[in-house]
């Protein structure tokens, strides 16, 4: 940031044919052209005696979108809007969505259907989806010459299968409409003017500003630092969900049973949280064993639902694993004395008898022989050896329990990388989600995470973003529309006398 008189010059997104700055403030303009993230960024002034439209804090999926749908409802009239971001390039989470693909959205087209994916946020965003859900998503992208395309378990991809397709549509509606994007941006608080006005304050120390805006939206996502400036307005603090920790990350388990079977995967399993209870405790569906534990959209789901408390025990639980959810345990029982009988001379380590239709084993070699050796090793230290008509009846029954009801002890949490998402946030009663707006505090508004929302994998937390951004750009558009009118009748009202 560099200071020139009484102007700051930050880094933004300029006009993408002449490498022009957005500007058009009546002092004087000194810029410096130097690429960031794009060719066609540069350096422009912000001048502190300008009066924004719409100050957007955060640069995320959330606050970029509603400047674009912002500016779309206004259009002919363009508002004037200045997003910043205090990191070197913005949408940083649509870049690391579904491991840099973008999981821009889910297939699910019905919102109450879409709603039930989210612990949290649920019952508040059936009627934001109704407005703008995922079909709603999809056909603004095809508008704007994005092809998508649906995978087998509903997640939703640009068709280029990078996430830089997404993020590049959004810059351009943003260059579109002359949208300032200020980088490297730290906001160090939120105040309130006599006239109603916000002033945001910039940078620190000795390089401090401030900058008017009529309204303010905050999608800062889980930045802690938000919530004191939010406070600092009078805006209620709910307790409860003001509470953040993680959600969607995997278990760490330190357990003999998994050991060396990294990258072994099984595609369908029921976990339950048997130590703690929480809504929705048992969780179906694959299972990834990793190096440090287990992870894949069972453990995920699982976590999102028991994100906050887990959180408060410290991530310490016993998980309950049933291997093979789809079998009764009498009819394992009896599917394992059959093979006592018909596989007497094979070794009980080396042939599982549970297979589908097509012949394939439910369970890998490894992960089988794992759990018999660990079962039968309490009685015989010869397991890995032991053949099927050595099998005793109380094996039989033990090795039964073992493959539907198998405890491992959660020591922790790791994480996962293709979505880092925050339970807890700003609390959802005190806003109002026909437009986003703080019910404490007029001209304030929310989107996206940093609000009480979180969803499940398969592309529901970023279509949160896109719905609270919709409704919060589309709101404010009403608001200034409303303004403009108002000052109009002034203005007649004045010519006529």
Same mark, same amino acid.
């Given at each position: 940031m560099i200071k020139y008189g009484y102007l700051w010059l930050m880094p933004c997104i300029g006009n993408m044919k002449t490498r022009q700055h957005t500007c058009n403030n009546q002092f004087r303009c000194t810029r410096v052209y130097r690429p960031l993230q794009t060719p066609y960024h540069n350096h422009c002034i912000i001048c502190y005696a300008t009066l924004y439209d719409l100050v957007v804090v955060g640069g995320g999926p959330a606050g970029c979108f509603a400047a674009v749908q912002l500016c779309e409802t206004s259009y002919p009239n363009v508002p004037k809007i200045l997003i910043l971001e205090r990191a070197s390039r913005i949408l940083e989470k649509v870049r690391i969505s579904g491991g840099g693909r973008c999981n821009v959205t889910n297939e699910e087209s019905d919102p109450r259907v879409f709603a039930q994916h989210y612990p949290r946020g649920e019952k508040e965003l059936i009627g934001p989806l109704t407005r703008f859900g995922s079909v709603e998503m999809k056909q603004w992208l095809k508008d704007r010459g994005v092809a998508w395309k649906t995978e087998r378990d509903g997640r939703v991809f640009p068709v280029? &299968?990078?996430? +830089?397709?997404?993020? +590049?549509?959004?810059? =351009?509606?943003?260059?579109?409409?002359?949208?300032?994007?200020?980088?490297?941006?730290?906001?160090?608080?939120?105040?309130? &003017?006599?006239?109603?006005?916000?002033?945001?304050?910039?940078?620190?120390?000795?390089? +401090? /500003?401030? $900058?008017?805006?009529?309204?303010?939206?905050?999608?800062?996502?889980?930045?802690?630092?938000?919530?004191?400036?939010?406070?600092?307005?009078?805006?209620?603090?709910?307790?409860?969900?003001?509470?953040?920790?993680?959600?969607?990350?995997?278990?760490?388990? &330190?357990?003999?049973?998994?050991?060396g079977l990294s990258g072994i995967t099984v595609q369908d399993v029921c976990l339950k949280i048997s130590s703690v209870s929480f809504r929705n405790h048992v969780q179906r569906g694959p299972l990834l064993i990793t190096h440090w534990g287990l992870s894949g959209p069972a453990v995920l789901k699982l976590s999102a639902w028991g994100a906050r408390t887990l959180a408060e025990n410290n991530y310490k639980a016993q998980l309950s694993i049933d291997w093979l959810p789809s079998i009764h345990i009498e009819e394992i029982r009896s599917i394992l004395t059959d093979t006592k009988?018909?596989?007497?001379?094979? =070794?009980?380590?080396?042939? @599982?008898?549970?297979?589908?239709?097509?012949?394939r084993q439910f369970l890998a070699k490894e992960l089988w022989r794992n759990i018999v050796v660990h079962t039968l090793k309490t009685e015989d230290n010869a397991a890995?050896?032991?053949?099927?008509?050595?099998?005793?009846? %109380? +094996?039989? %029954? #033990?090795?039964?329990? /073992?493959?539907?009801?198998?405890?491992?002890?959660?020591?922790?949490?790791? $994480?996962?990388?293709?979505?880092?998402?925050? @339970?807890?946030?700003?609390?959802?009663?005190?806003?109002?989600?026909?437009?986003?707006?703080?019910?404490?505090?007029?001209?304030?508004?929310? #989107?996206?995470? $940093?609000?009480?929302?979180?969803?499940?994998?398969?592309?529901?937390?970023?279509?949160? %973003?896109?719905?609270?951004?919709? $409704?919060?750009?589309?709101?404010? /558009?009403?608001?200034?529309?409303m303004l403009h009118r108002a000052n109009d009748d002034i203005d007649g009202k004045d010519g006529q006398g």
């Open positions: 280029s &299968d990078t996430s +830089q397709t997404i993020i +590049q549509c959004i810059q =351009q509606q943003l260059l579109r409409y002359n949208v300032q994007v200020r980088l490297l941006c730290c906001v160090t608080g939120i105040e309130r &003017d006599n006239d109603g006005h916000f002033r945001i304050h910039i940078g620190g120390g000795k390089h +401090q /500003a401030s $900058i008017s805006s009529r309204y303010v939206l905050v999608s800062t996502g889980s930045n802690r630092l938000a919530y004191r400036w939010i406070a600092s307005l009078g805006h209620v603090k709910d307790s409860s969900s003001s509470f953040l920790c993680p959600s969607l990350f995997t278990f760490c388990i &330190d357990d003999i049973r998994i050991q009988h018909t596989w007497k001379t094979k =070794q009980v380590t080396t042939t @599982c008898p549970f297979r589908d239709k097509n012949g890995m050896k032991k053949m099927w008509k050595d099998i005793s009846k %109380a +094996q039989i %029954a #033990a090795l039964s329990t /073992a493959l539907k009801s198998s405890i491992f002890e959660i020591r922790g949490k790791g $994480i996962f990388k293709e979505e880092f998402v925050t @339970c807890g946030g700003i609390g959802r009663k005190h806003v109002h989600f026909e437009t986003m707006e703080s019910k404490w505090i007029p001209g304030l508004y929310f #989107a996206g995470e $940093i609000l009480d929302i979180d969803g499940l994998t398969g592309g529901f937390n970023l279509q949160a %973003a896109w719905t609270t951004g919709y $409704i919060c750009g589309r709101s404010i /558009a009403k608001r200034l529309e």
